[in-house]
């Protein structure tokens, strides 16, 4: 069995999909609790979300003899600074359940592997998935993630990091770091291999290409909302579309297709911290 075939138990809501053209959008909340936005759920299910982040796929393999060992592996690999706060891994692991569980897609070269050290980040995409279309071939899903305080400081950093990322001399150093990295367990290992090979043009790239973007920031509907509701679903759909609209603005959709996946907080901070705690207990 591959063991990318189980996922940890969903918790996210899908609020909205909407599917047309070169930008498709959605958006998934955690929900309410007696009143109150579940920051401690979400942050226990990020949890939930690190071994199959972080871990290769031969190292998925868990029975109750090292199942302990292998998630302390996994914090291990993501809780890398006490600086904590102003990194970004929180979003990654959102980004990466969010494709997973809704999408169905498959990752082939884990995000946290291009760290040259405990504390430096390289640049790079935060999300390297493929997916298996009902209608045959492949999707190549290369994603940025986003985790702010506020909407349009994070989708304008989104867009500076994927204009770069789809610059010529980058993508090319991105292939030579990916193609070595591809599972040869995966299926249609070989068409995925010679996407990634230098000597395939990146305009084949870009035709199986799909970009999510992961914004996961505050949001005002949340924190004004006790429970999900007609009214609740609208103003979330109102705060997406300026986020939609930003990304139209930047002209990245006439270039390639693009996913904005919108996660809104009730507060980023508390999530920050609650997921720390959790992490710092396996990582100690």
Request: net charge negative.
């Amino acid at each position: 069995m591959n063991p990318y075939d189980k996922k940890p138990k969903r918790l996210l809501t899908q609020l909205l999909l909407e599917i047309s053209g070169s930008l498709h959008r959605a958006s998934y909340c955690a929900g309410y609790e007696i009143q109150a936005w579940r920051c401690d759920a979400l942050a226990e299910h990020l949890i939930d979300w690190i071994a199959d982040y972080a871990l290769k796929e031969d190292e998925l393999s868990v029975d109750h003899t090292n199942m302990y060992v292998r998630l302390r592996e996994a914090a291990a690999r993501v809780y890398t600074s006490e600086n904590y706060k102003q990194r970004g891994e929180v979003g990654e692991i959102l980004l990466h359940g969010i494709c997973r569980d809704f999408f169905e897609t498959i990752p082939f070269a884990p995000r946290v592997f291009y760290l040259t050290s405990a504390n430096d980040v390289v640049k790079s995409f935060d999300l390297v998935h493929v997916r298996y279309p009902e209608k045959g071939g492949i999707e190549l899903w290369l994603g940025e993630a986003k985790f702010y305080e506020d909407a349009l400081a994070a989708v304008n950093a989104a867009i500076k990091s994927v204009e770069a990322h789809i610059e010529l001399g980058f993508l090319k150093n991105e292939k030579l770091l990916l193609g070595p990295q591809i599972s040869k367990n995966l299926p249609k290992y070989q068409e995925i291999r010679d996407l990634l090979s230098t000597q395939t043009s990146l305009d084949e790239l870009f035709k199986t290409a799909v970009f999510p973007i992961c914004i996961a920031c505050d949001s005002d509907a949340t924190v004004a909302h006790k429970a999900f509701s007609d009214s609740y679903t609208e103003a979330i759909n109102k705060e997406l579309t300026v986020l939609m609209d930003r990304i139209v603005s930047s002209g990245l959709t006439l270039k390639i297709r693009i996913i904005l996946i919108y996660v809104p907080l009730g507060s980023k901070k508390a999530l920050a911290e609650s997921f720390d705690n959790r992490l710092k207990g396996l990582s100690q």
